[in-house]
Every structure is written in C-alpha cells, then in structure tokens.
C-alpha cells in the first residue's frame, strides 16, 4: 500500500498555559462546519464525521457538526474537500492546513478515495479531519511519533485506521487541551472586540 504523508504548514504558536483540572467537564464545544460535494457521498461524510466525533473524544474534545450560518461564525473550523488535485501541489498529502494563520482544513478526497476502497473511505476521512483539526487545536503542527498525529502513517497504521484502532499519543491528549485553552481564550478576545469603529 502506497505510503501517504498527511502534511500541514505551520509556524509554532506560543507556549501552552496550564491546564486546569476542570477542563474535562468545561471544554467548549469545537464547532466544524463540512462542505459537501458530490463526489463525497452523504453516508461516507455522516460515517466520517460521526467517527471522528468518536475519537476527539477520546481526547475530551466535543465536537459539533454545524451548518449554515452557524459556519458563519468565527470560531468555526472550515473543512473543505477538494478533488482534482494537481500531482505537483503537496505531493503525498491527504489534507492541509495552517493552524497558526487559518481554521481552515483543505482535504485532498480524490487522493482519499484514490488509496482505499469504498468501505473503507469513512475511516480514513474520519482519522485524516482529525488529525488536522488536532493540528489546529494544538495551535501547531508538530507530529508525534506513534499514533493518529504521526507525520507519515506506516501500511500498519493504515492497517489500524481500517480497524478503527490508531489511536492518540499520551502527549497529544495534554497538547490539545493546552491548545484549547490557548484557543478559547483567543476566541473570546476577539468575539469582545468591537465590530466597527466611529470616526469622528
Ligand atoms: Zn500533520
């Protein structure tokens, strides 16, 4: 099987605060707004996104699949699947994203659909929106070097995505929740400012 690298541009984004004990029970939701598109069926996106719901929380990150003008908001992250993907732009790479600039994720589906069956699409679109909205969360976009935030998975990881079982890195679990943090706190400074000015 071929050996794919899920990539992201990044810049390193400040340093973690201290977690808090509460966290578990008080971490906002992460709103995620999908495009659909044709080439993505409804059942592989719902299996997807209902998948990767699963294993963020087994990092205690709820998320909310939005729609609408819910995707409208600033605290939404954007995931876009592409098709028709130039062989020259990111060789390689599933899904893209710039967690220190942007919330926005880029998935590269007709790579995706290019590597594994039909059966099998939901599982990987699943591990490969989380992994970058991991990178988000995290702020960064550091690797691992086990698990779902590995650089590049192995045929056995590919092996274990199809089983379900890749699973976080103990490190991630506390990066994310730093992230979280760092991230919510963000949010809510910039939902304070105010939206125009008056000049007089
Ligand atoms: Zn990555």
Redesign the pocket.
Known sequence: MKILI???FVQVLGAANTATAAWRTSAPEVLVCLDRIAQASTSTTYLAQSEASKLLARAAVQLAWVHGSRCQSGAAIQVHLTVQTPDNLMPGALAICQPAARHDIRVFYDRVQSIVSPAHEPHLLAYVLV?EIV?ILEGE?R?SPTGI?K?QWTPEDYAAIAAGKLTFAPEDIELVRNGMIDRQARLTASAQKPRTETVR
Do not use: G, P, Q, T
Request: no cysteine; charged share 0%; glycine share 0%.
């Open positions: 899920v990539l992201s992994h990178h976009a690797h935030m650089a």
